[in-house]
């Protein structure tokens, strides 16, 4: 079975621009979770999506955003780019999100803003 | 401040046992994980530990949990030099759907 993967593995942007990451879970996964890693930051949760609804949200502003589409692929959109979101983001599925499952990354898509 | 706490490095002689620990705050957590994260990689499940029990062992790794002390520990026996990378600790509380991470163990394993 295939893990999660993401896409690009790499980007570099420049502050002020938007930037779009993309996950797609394990087959049969439809729980699917995105995590920002920084040095300074360890990692923080960003959002949580599962059959297209978003269930729950870190702490973050408003320019983080994601959506889920009905195959659960899923897409975290970051706009006005600011050179703190220099980060690897994580992506992350399991098959229902419950209490008792485990989250499987994925390899991460390295961001780099100038 | 992170609600998981490790130390932040751990150096082990090629062939020891290493030990990595971990506290955590919520007495409701469900699951406590360990991530090993290698340079320029994501995270790769090492094992995972449901809170009812005290012991897990697969294969070199023994996960012991002190639910009374929040207290986690990994034992990587006979660690090696590929076991070096950075260890993380994650708690999944009871109906949230997040996992929440310490900071990480950074492990250099030496000859």
């Known amino acids: 079975k295939a893990g999660v993967t993401q896409t690009p593995r790499y980007l570099i942007k420049t502050r002020g621009q938007q930037v779009t990451l993309s996950c797609s879970p394990i087959?049969?996964?439809?729980?699917v979770s995105w995590y920002q890693q920084t040095p300074g930051q360890g990692l923080q949760f960003l959002f949580e999506?599962?059959?297209?609804?978003?269930?729950n949200k870190g702490n973050f502003p408003g320019r983080f955003s994601g959506r889920q589409f009905s195959n659960s692929r899923s897409e975290m959109n970051v706009s006005t780019l600011e050179l703190g979101d220099s980060a690897l983001y994580l992506c992350?599925?399991?098959?229902?999100?419950?209490?008792?499952?485990?989250?499987?990354f994925g390899p991460g898509t390295r961001l780099l803003v100038l | 401040g992170e609600d998981v706490e490790q130390s932040l490095f751990l150096s082990v002689r090629e062939g020891d046992s290493s030990v990595i620990n971990c506290t955590y705050t919520?007495?409701?957590?469900?699951?406590l994980y360990w991530y090993k994260q290698e340079p320029g990689a994501g995270l790769q499940l090492l094992t995972y530990?449901?809170?009812?029990?005290d012991m897990k062992q697969d294969q070199r790794l023994t996960v012991l949990l002190n639910k009374k002390d929040k207290h986690l520990s990994l034992r990587i026996a006979d660690t090696q030099t590929g076991d070096s990378a950075i260890y993380f600790c994650?708690?999944?509380?009871?109906?949230?759907?997040?996992?929440?991470f310490g900071a990480g163990t950074t492990v250099t394993v030496r000859a």
């Open positions: 992350a599925s399991s098959r229902y999100g419950g209490d008792q499952e485990t989250q499987y």
């Open positions: 087959s049969g996964h439809r729980s």
């Open positions: 999506y599962f059959s297209e609804t978003q269930r």
């Open positions: 919520d007495s409701s957590s469900t699951y």
């Open positions: 530990i449901f809170s009812n029990m």
């Open positions: 994650a708690e999944k509380r009871a109906n949230d759907y997040k996992l929440s």
